[in-house]
């Protein structure tokens, strides 16, 4: 099992205690809500990030966890790791062209795995509905504590759909004044279509230094602790 190196910028205070609320809130939805899908509404909402740095706040609690970056069209996060050699990833597994031990790797991060995306596949959608991508949850399942999986921007395309049918539940990522309600409900309506319940949705990219209600006392915080 070869080793991946996460290149991220250090968490400020307010980044690490958002993500151990968000663990902590995800935790409280049921020991049943292993298998987690995120996704968003358009590209470049921070998707990638949250659902990779969930993951780690889950294995600094002590959770075994494994990382899917389901995203076979455009990996975010291929740009922020480093890996040793010629790694497998869920591409070469879902096109048969490696085994399932071949393409889970260690991370630098205790009690934490990962399946990198693996190169763009012409097919996409296919292989995420086919039969191995289900006998990769229903292991996952059995191994590890949640399973995260990144997965495409829902409003430009249907993988995280075809995902999220698999999944015990959904979260949906939105960026902070750059995604209108209309849109935003438009793309709930088409995770509701996989049947699978959906947790909630991260508001990323708030501007916590922003004059309004928490502003000051957002600054407080940042100034006691940064």
Do not use: W
């Not at 205690?17 to 809130?25: D, P, W």
């Not at 990769?136 to 049918?165: E, M």
């Amino acid at each position: 099992m070869e080793s991946v190196i996460y290149r991220e910028k250090s968490q400020d205070y307010f980044t690490k205690e958002a993500f151990k609320a968000l663990r902590t809130n995800i935790q409280f939805c049921g020991e049943d809500k292993k298998v987690i899908a995120l996704t968003s509404c358009i590209p470049n909402e921070g998707k990638s990030t949250v659902s990779f740095n969930l993951a780690v706040s889950m294995a600094e609690a002590g959770k075994k966890v494994l990382f899917i970056d389901a995203d076979l069209r455009k990996s975010v996060l291929a740009g922020k790791i480093q890996v040793n050699g010629q790694m497998k990833g869920l591409a070469h597994y879902l096109s048969r062209q490696a085994s399932l031990q071949e393409v889970i790797h260690k991370v630098d991060v205790s009690n934490l795995h990962l399946v990198i995306a693996g190169p763009v596949s012409p097919n996409p959608t296919e292989l995420l509905g086919g039969e191995l991508f289900k006998d990769l949850i229903a292991v996952a399942r059995q191994v590890y504590d949640y399973v995260i999986i990144d997965t495409p921007p829902l409003g430009s395309v249907i993988d995280s759909v075809v995902i999220a049918g698999d999944c015990d539940g959904a979260i949906l990522v939105i960026e902070s004044g750059s995604i209108s309600y209309r849109f935003a409900q438009n793309v709930k309506k088409q995770l509701e279509k996989s049947n699978c319940n959906i947790l909630g949705a991260i508001l990323n990219k708030v501007d916590i230094t922003a004059k309004g209600k928490y502003g000051k006392y957002g600054k407080y915080y940042k100034k006691e602790y940064a």
